[in-house]
T-cell receptor
Framework: DGGITQSPKYLFRKEGQNVTLSCEQNLNHDAMYWYRQDPGQGLRLIYYSQIVNDFQKGDIAEGYSVSREKKESFPLTVTSAQKNPTAFYLC???????????FGPGTRLTVL | GQSLEQPSEVTAVEGAIVQINCTYQTSGFYGLSWYQQHDGGAPTFLSYNGLDGLEETGRFSSFLSRSDSYGYLLLQELQMKDSASYFCAVRPRDNYGQNFVFGPGTRLSVLP
């Protein structure tokens, strides 16, 4: 089955620690995205990538970093510089010029 | 910049029809999309309007009027499983359509 996987589903970290969220897709999509969602809020774009080895900052990139070394993978690192990292993180991908984004199941990060 | 507005909550009864509005301020975009998200889940794509007018997909229809900076999602024959949050989203032209901007979401509650 084709799709997007994110792991883990729940993640707990201590304040001041960096943490990396995994996102893998086997849809052969070029574009991948990371969003942050806070309770009762919409999706805010953190980073996106259109091709391998290239990525762009979204609206709330501060305190986050990404890499795109493979087409299938787009990991997100939440650094200690992110002041309020507790949130639901969603990864998505999109094929070519199509408008539909496919989302992974999300990772709920809680920083204690 | 891009800004989308949606009502925060809508309530309707099973079997009824409900309309969720999305108004926007944008310098230009490729089209208006709608996504559904159940609590704790991932957003799923519902519909896309690239041109003005009505698009119908089963019980769901979506409408766009660029001259009025307005769109809506129409849900007919409401079912309990339609209780979810609904987000509108645009692909801004000022970034060649590479990214998406989401509205704040509308929480739909369907009552028996």
């Amino acid at each position: 089955d084709g799709g997007i996987t994110q792991s883990p589903k729940y993640l707990f970290r201590k304040e001041g620690q960096n943490v990396t969220l995994s996102c893998e897709q086997n849809l052969n999509h070029d574009a991948m995205y990371w969003y942050r969602q806070d309770p009762g809020q919409g999706l805010r774009l953190i980073y996106y990538s259109q091709i391998v080895n290239d990525f762009q900052k979204g609206d709330i990139a501060e305190g986050y970093s990404v890499s795109r070394e493979k087409k299938e993978s787009f990991p997100l690192t939440v650094t200690s510089a992110q002041k309020n990292p507790t949130a639901f993180y969603l990864c998505a991908s999109r094929a070519g010029s199509y408008n539909e984004q496919f989302f992974g199941p999300g990772t709920r990060l809680t920083v204690l | 910049g891009q800004s989308l507005e949606q009502p925060s909550e809508v309530t309707a009864v099973e079997g009824a029809i409900v309309q969720i509005n999305c108004t926007y301020q944008t310098s230009g975009f490729y089209g208006l999309s709608w996504y559904q998200q159940h609590d704790g889940g991932a957003p799923t794509f519902l519909s896309y309007n690239g041109l003005d007018g009505l698009e119908e997909t089963g019980r769901f229809s979506s409408f766009l009027s660029r001259s009025d900076s307005y769109g809506y999602l129409l849900l007919q024959e409401l079912q309990m499983k339609d209780s979810a949050s609904y987000f509108c989203a645009v692909r801004p032209r000022d970034n060649y359509g590479q990214n998406f901007v989401f509205g704040p979401g509308t929480r739909l509650s369907v009552l028996p």
